[in-house]
């Protein structure tokens, strides 16, 4: 997933054009399709893992790796080769960008808190699950679809701010 979503989110230019209303709504109903499938696919490894054990829960999950692979293999190449550019340099333009632009700041700190918080909520939660209710890894689909539901509705609600914001900034 760490390589999969920045490999989706870099295609979509290349697929669907520049425009950045179009990308901005393509990248809302990407966002909103990954939080279904925070609420989908625990359940389905939930399901997955109490019928066939874990080792064939993981091949099955590293098949779907390996089909994603083979598609984004298959997309068109970029034109041009970006310019090699230093990874410091990069950080450094990208941090320049995030002091002079307020909004940009605003959603990089909170998607950072969101995400810090869902890093530290998913330890607890197996802590929970196994060692508190003393349940089986099965409850972790459901707990995981859980969350994925305030995911969604985090997504939803963020679409109309998004489009304040351009309007605001336009």
């Known amino acids: 997933a760490a390589m999969l979503d920045p490999a989706i989110r870099s295609s979509l230019p290349r697929l669907l054009g520049r425009d950045e209303d179009v990308l901005a709504q393509i990248n809302g109903y990407v ?41 984004f293999a298959r997309l068109p190449r970029a034109t041009a080769a970006p310019a090699e550019r230093n990874a410091l340099a990069n950080i450094r333009d990208g941090i320049r960008v995030l002091q002079h632009h307020r909004p940009l700041r605003s959603t990089v700190l909170v998607a950072l808190l969101a995400m810090g918080s869902i890093g530290a909520l998913e330890p607890a939660a197996l802590a929970y699950i196994f060692e508190d209710l003393g349940r089986e890894a099965a409850w972790l689909g459901p707990v995981l679809a859980l969350q994925g539901v305030g995911l969604l509705g985090g997504v939803l609600a963020a679409q109309p701010v998004v489009k304040k914001w351009s309007a605001e900034v336009a």
């Open 31 to 71: 966002e909103g399709a990954n939080q279904l499938l925070r609420i989908v696919a625990p359940l389905v490894g939930a399901g997955l893992y109490a019928l066939v054990g874990g080792p064939a829960s993981l091949l099955a999950t590293a098949a779907v790796f390996v089909v994603a692979a083979a598609f």
